[in-house]
């Protein structure tokens, strides 16, 4: 094995010694008899071999227990290939590509300066001053999580928003989508296309439309009434979103909001925002609330506007009914008379019974099942069995021409009034001449006229209805005497949504005043003192918690939608119960009265 | 604790900060009242805005302390600002955000915010602890100096050895090449630093010679203080004996100025090791409170 071994000063860069070996076995160490005579403290005497292995191989091959540093590496034994490097102590060798003759190059580069010095160079490479973080530096950290963040969590979704199909693709992917955005998890309501983030969001930088909203919720009606719409500025700047807060979970309380800021914080003080309305301001039902308007129908020339009467004006609390009845009367504590079944004692359910549909409301009152019974429509002495039919003032009088008719052609009717052609019974096979007949038509309608009187002023109709004469006059020989309309609303309370099958623990008489009504002028509900009893407002501690929406509700317009459109057919989910048209809302609008 | 960043200028920022904190605080519980809290209504937008406010002063740290040049408002000023500032920032956020998390962006800057505090918290631990215990391991020599030392006394140890036997020169030598004073940083900051260096060095020295002469099977069984006394009853040379003495001397003077510099590095990685999360997470939060922000205006 020749080999070719090579000095290098360190300060001037040159080879300043050249020594030439032929011998199996290269010898390295720092003892005097070895082939390379190492100057390094940190060599051991016989350090290390280079030999020629059978497989034709140079080796290096560290004598125990010492070791080489080998291409930045610690070994006892390695393959010497052309441009390796490897050190003992600090003396540093590179395997050169050997030309002919050589079999092997070395190169070594020598230490200089004193032995401690290069001791102590030795223990300053153990340092470290990196901390083997070789490659990690904090500025390129910090770059490359900076972008990452802004390229996998901005610059993909906006690219998925610009290029709808990429956005599409990329919420198939984790992290990298829109969905990433996404602050909180979609109501159950809208989860079904939760995912699908550009239903709602439908411009880069503009909050959700309130027309993402009416796509879908095209039939809600709008905030309140229309007549209010113009005057309420402030309801019509707010979008569907300023209120309805998605994002909030699959409860999403803040979805249906049920706090009671979202209402006082313009009712605490209402005519800031609207100057002209007749409404008190309201901050809480328990502490701030003013006393509940009824809508009633005053004595008053124009029935179609029934007015809002607050429950403490008693003065002005009364209600044109245009029925005679007391309820402390019926609801005598030794009973009523009754035709049939002697004196019965009657109490509230006996008339007002609950909707069937869900009792939140009661029924409307049926003169058949409620009154017919003790309250007979029999005119006619003769035939107590006969009654005028109820409901329809128009026809009484053609009803009593007819019966007075029929019961003059028979004869044998004895009544002073009657010619003697009525008083007498027609025998068999007798007929009347015509002028027999004419008088037989002149008086039965003279007579029923003057039965029609009697009965709608005073016996029969006039008992309960307020009768007046017809000043109408088309009408006056048809329909001379006329049923006054019931004044009276079925929902007093029509901005409120009281629920009685809620409250069917309690008494009636609770609430209403029945049993000291002498009147149906009465208006008998007792008023928010008495909720108050139960009910506390939203903070209340010691009684039943309400806030507003808990009586009151929302979007409340009979007639408009969202968008302003009109409404074909009432939403069934807004309409009232009880009444036929929505309830009115305001001061001034009318609830159409009951007119049975 | 006198002249400390936390007491500088009579706890002024730690005032601050509590007042900042206690206003996050009011805006929060003014908020209870209406819709869950979230970053969406007035007094979360007033408080992210006062978070990511927060964060740019806090960032701005990073930025004027290397501004050497600069003598506007003293470096001990910026950092006491800094402490207590980043003490209220979670307290901001965490308000800001309501309580409310998620697997979302907005999530992924808050929990990169809570890791640069923490991170924070434990540098502001470390910046306290550790100089005091610094110098008192330095006791007035600078690491240089006892890195040369060492080096003085390798190279005594090594003539000593060499002197003795080439065995001992091995086992010196070995000693001096896996002498490792620092390494990478788990490394420094774990290095079995501080244990009795006499006892190894013994049974080393001890059991090197004594397996050179009598049957290895020995060196197991007794202790290093039983192996030197076989070895120096057997030894005829007085100078022989003084010199393994001399070297035994060498050599533990050797392993405590390892050790004292061995500590001295650890405390400097300690002192140095939160960087490496703080700095880049920073502005990895920066990066995510600019996504946040953007994000939700975008999808408003």
Same mark, same amino acid.
């Given at each position: ?5 090579e000095t ?7 080879v300043s010694? !050249?020594?030439?070996f ?29 030999? /020629? ?8 091959r ?11 590496r610690?070994?006892?034994e390695?393959?010497l290939?052309?441009g ?6 600090s003396?540093? *060798?590179?395997?050169?590509e050997?030309a002919?003759p ?10 200089t300066?004193?032995q401690?010095?290069? %001791? ?10 990196? #901390? ?8 390129r950290?910090a770059w490359f999580l ?6 996998l969590?901005?610059?993909l979704?906006l690219a ?9 693709w ?7 989508s ?10 159950s ?5 939760g995912?699908?983030?550009?239903r ?18 095209k ?11 113009q005057s ?11 209120c309805?807060?998605?994002?909030g ?8 909001? @049920?706090?009671q ?5 313009c @009712?605490k003080?209402?005519?800031a ?10 901050s809480?039902?328990g ?5 509940f308007?009824?809508?009633?129908t005053? *004595?008053?020339?124009?029935?179609s /506007?029934p007015?809002?009467?607050a429950?403490? /004006?008693?003065?002005r ?13 019926h609801l ?9 079944r ?8 006996n008339c ?9 409301y009661?029924?409307?009152?049926d003169?058949e099942s ?8 029999n ?10 039919p @109820?409901g ?5 009088l053609? *009803?009593?021409e007819?019966?007075?008719s ?5 004869g ?23 002028? +027999?007949?004419?008088?037989?038509k002149?008086?039965a ?6 039965v029609n ?13 307020t009768?007046?004469k017809n ?12 049923i006054?309309?019931?004044? *009276? ?7 409120? +949504? ?7 623990? /309690?008494?009636?008489?609770?609430c209403h005043?029945?049993?000291?009504s002498?009147h ?12 108050r ?5 939203a ?8 806030s ?15 968008e302003?459109k ?8 807004h ?11 305001g ?7 009951? !007119?049975? | ?6 007491n500088?200028?009579? #706890?002024r920022?730690l005032?601050q ?5 206690l ?8 908020? %209870? ?10 007094q979360? #937008?007033t ?5 990511? $406010? ?10 004027r302390?290397?501004?050497y ?6 470096? $001990? ?6 402490? #207590?500032l980043?003490?209220?920032l979670?307290?901001?956020?965490t ?6 998390f ?9 929990t ?9 918290f434990?540098g502001l ?22 890195? $040369?030392?060492?080096?003085k ?6 003539? %000593? ?13 070995r000693?001096?090449? +896996? ?7 788990? @490394? ?7 244990l ?5 060095l ?7 010679f004594v397996?050179s ?11 290093p203080e ?13 100078a022989?004996?003084?010199r393994v003495?001399?070297?035994?001397k ?12 061995q500590?001295d590095i ?21 990066a ?11 999808y408003?």
């Amino acid at each position: 094995m020749r080999c070719l071994v090579e000095t290098i000063r360190r300060r001037r860069n040159e080879v300043s010694d !050249t020594k030439e070996f032929d011998t199996e076995r290269l010898s390295l160490g720092r003892g005097a008899d070895q082939d390379i005579h190492l100057q390094t403290r940190l060599a051991g005497l016989s350090h290390a071999v280079i030999e /020629q292995e059978s497989d034709g191989n140079l080796h290096i091959r560290a004598l125990a227990p010492h070791r080489i540093l080998y291409n930045g590496r610690k070994l006892t034994e390695s393959v010497l290939n052309p441009g390796d490097e490897f050190s003992i102590g600090s003396v540093y *060798f590179t395997v050169r590509e050997a030309a002919e003759p050589y079999h092997l190059h070395l190169e070594i580069k020598e230490p200089t300066g004193r032995q401690s010095k290069e %001791l102590e160079d030795a223990l300053l490479a153990t340092v470290n001053p990196d #901390y083997g973080l070789s490659g990690f530096s904090m500025r390129r950290a910090a770059w490359f999580l900076s972008l990452a963040i802004v390229i996998l969590f901005l610059l993909l979704p906006l690219a998925g928003f610009i290029y709808q199909p990429l956005g599409i693709w990329l919420r198939t992917l984790p992290v990298v989508s829109d969905l990433s955005w996404s602050p909180g998890p979609i109501s159950s309501a809208h989860s079904f296309f939760g995912a699908e983030c550009n239903r709602c969001h439908e411009h880069a930088f503009v909050s959700v439309q309130n027309s993402a909203c009416t796509t879908c919720h095209k039939d809600t009606p709008h905030h309140v009434n229309e007549k209010l719409l113009q005057s309420i500025a402030a309801l019509d700047s707010n979008r569907c979103a300023s209120c309805h807060k998605e994002h909030g979970g699959s409860e999403a309380s803040s979805l249906i909001r @049920h706090d009671q800021t979202l209402c006082t914080d313009c @009712h605490k003080d209402i005519k800031a925002i609207a100057p002209d309305t007749q409404l008190s301001d309201v901050s809480d039902f328990g502490k701030n609330h003013p006393e509940f308007k009824v809508t009633v129908t005053p *004595f008053a020339d124009d029935l179609s /506007q029934p007015l809002r009467i607050a429950l403490d /004006q008693k003065d002005r609390l009364m209600e044109l009914s245009n029925l005679e009845f007391s309820h402390a009367l019926h609801l005598n504590k030794e009973g009523v008379k009754t035709p049939d079944r002697g004196k019965v004692k009657l109490d509230c359910a006996n008339c007002h019974k609950p909707e069937q549909r869900d009792g939140k409301y009661m029924a409307k009152l049926d003169f058949e099942s409620q009154c017919h019974e003790c309250h007979k429509l029999n005119f006619e002495a003769e035939d107590p069995k006969q009654e005028i039919p @109820h409901g329809n003032d128009a026809i009484v009088l053609t *009803f009593l021409e007819g019966y007075y008719s029929a019961r003059a052609l028979k004869g044998d009717y004895r009544h002073l009034s009657a010619p003697q052609v009525i008083r007498e019974r027609l025998r068999p096979g007798e007929e009347l001449t015509p002028e +027999e007949n004419l008088e037989i038509k002149a008086w039965a309608v003279d007579y029923a006229r003057d039965v029609n009187s009697e009965v709608m002023r005073f016996r029969v109709c006039g008992k309960c209805h307020t009768v007046t004469k017809n000043r109408d006059s088309s009408e006056e020989n048809s329909r001379p005497w006329k049923i006054e309309p019931l004044g *009276f609303n079925q929902r007093k309370l029509p901005m409120a +949504e009281f629920d009685h099958d809620k409250h069917k623990t /309690q008494k009636c008489t609770d609430c209403h005043e029945a049993d000291k009504s002498e009147h149906s002028e009465d208006v008998m509900l007792k008023g928010i003192a008495d909720c108050r009893t139960c009910h506390g407002g939203a903070d209340a501690k010691n009684k039943v918690a309400s806030s507003c929406i808990d009586c009151h509700r929302f979007h409340t317009s009979p007639s408009l939608t969202m968008e302003g459109k009109k409404i074909e057919t009432p939403s069934k989910v807004h309409s009232s119960p009880g009444t036929e048209s929505p309830p009115p809302v305001g001061n001034n609008v009318n609830p159409r009265p009951d !007119t049975r | 604790m006198y002249g400390s960043i936390l007491n500088y200028g009579n #706890y002024r920022y730690l005032k601050q900060a509590a007042a900042l904190a206690l206003i996050a605080l009011l805006l929060y519980f003014s908020s %209870l009242s209406d819709e869950p809290p979230n970053g969406g209504t007035w007094q979360g #937008y007033t408080l992210g805005v006062i978070g990511a $406010a927060l964060i740019l002063i806090l960032l701005w740290f990073g930025i004027r302390k290397r501004q050497y040049h600069c003598t506007k408002n003293s470096l $001990a000023r910026w950092a006491s600002a800094h402490v #207590y500032l980043g003490i209220s920032l979670p307290v901001a956020v965490t308000l800001h955000c309501g309580f409310q998390f998620g697997w979302n962006v907005h999530t992924l800057a808050y929990t990169l915010m809570m890791l640069v505090v923490v991170s924070g918290f434990y540098g502001l631990y470390a910046y306290l602890v550790y100089p005091e215990a610094l110098t008192a391991n330095r006791n007035g020599v600078s690491r240089r100096e006892m890195i $040369a030392d060492i080096a003085k006394l390798n190279d005594t140890g090594l003539t %000593l050895a060499e002197d003795l036997s080439t065995e001992a020169y091995h086992l010196v030598l070995r000693e001096v090449e +896996e002498t490792h004073l620092g390494g990478t940083l788990w @490394h420094q900051i774990t290095m079995n630093s501080g244990l009795p260096a006499m006892p190894l060095l013994q049974w080393k020295l001890a059991g090197n010679f004594v397996a050179s002469e009598q049957a290895s099977s020995s060196v197991t069984t007794l202790s290093p203080e039983d192996f030197l006394r076989k070895y120096f009853r057997k030894s005829e040379s007085t100078a022989e004996i003084h010199r393994v003495v001399e070297l035994l001397k060498v050599l533990n003077e050797r392993q405590s100025m390892v050790n004292r510099v061995q500590l001295d590095i650890r405390y400097h990685a300690f002192m140095k090791c939160w960087l490496f999360l703080h700095v880049p997470l920073s502005c990895a939060l920066l990066a995510a409170v600019l996504v946040h922000v953007v994000s939700v205006f975008f999808y408003w």
